[in-house]
């Protein structure tokens, strides 16, 4: 079984402070590797797609994949309280053609004013 | 507008009762994926299509069933077999090959 792991928290970060969400994944096949926000009661949003080791920057985000490590991590920047959710990292196992994501169970972020 | 639509966002259903669910995207996409989410829980694959009259079960396909008859289209039927049915799904799409894939807004399902 595939597995994709995060720390559930609660994370509390303090406002304009840099939020730190990591996941390892077990597949060292894997390939592609995404970030998805989740508001309360409402469906997940995509922020973030990494696919090579390295850092991937977007706005107040960043990306970072260390493959050898198995190892994704999400950067938020000057976290504001709109940041407060749970953010889902997702992995693509991609075999046989079929292309389908294992989600993990999702890290609750809260940014305190 | 593209997009993902999802109705309707909230159902109600005697338990022994079947009922469909139904997920829309004109992304032109090639896959549609439905998932369902626990209160406090990851999202599970219930079952996926990368082609029209074409599918594959997920992790926890008993109790479900689905098709795939437009490109457009991927309606998902709780039956009466599915124990735990009160649950929120999701339906999401994706261009094949690039892995990214978008969510529509959800159906709450509670059976009673």
């Known amino acids: 079984q595939k597995e994709v792991e995060q720390n559930s928290g609660p994370l509390s970060v303090p406002e304009g402070a840099i939020a730190s969400l990591n996941c390892t994944y077990s597949d060292r096949g894997s390939q592609s590797f995404f970030w998805y926000r989740q508001y309360s009661g409402k469906s997940p949003e995509l922020i973030m797609s990494i696919y090579s080791n390295g850092d991937k920057e977007d706005g107040r985000f960043t990306a970072q994949l260390n493959k050898a490590s198995q190892y994704v991590s999400l950067l938020i920047r000057d976290s504001q309280p709109s940041d407060s959710a749970t953010y889902l990292c997702?992995?693509?196992?991609?075999?046989?053609?079929?292309?389908?994501?294992?989600f993990g169970t999702g890290t609750r972020l809260t940014i305190i004013p | 507008d593209g997009g993902i639509t999802q109705s309707p966002k909230y159902l109600f259903r005697k338990e022994g009762q079947n009922v469909t669910l139904s997920c829309e995207q004109n992304?032109?996409?090639?896959?549609m994926y439905w998932y369902r989410q626990d209160p406090g829980q990851g999202l599970r694959l219930i079952y996926y299509s990368q082609i029209v009259n074409d599918f594959q079960k997920g992790d926890i396909a008993e109790g479900y069933s689905v098709s795939r008859e437009k490109k457009e289209s991927f309606p998902l039927t709780v039956t009466s077999a599915q124990k735990n049915p009160t649950a929120f799904y999701l339906c999401?799409?994706?261009?094949?090959?690039?892995?990214?894939?978008?969510f529509g807004p959800g159906t709450r399902l509670t059976v009673t």
């Open positions: 992304l032109n996409h090639d896959a």
């Open positions: 999401a799409s994706s261009i094949l090959g690039t892995g990214e894939q978008y």
């Open positions: 997702a992995v693509n196992e991609a075999n046989f053609g079929n292309e389908k994501l294992t």
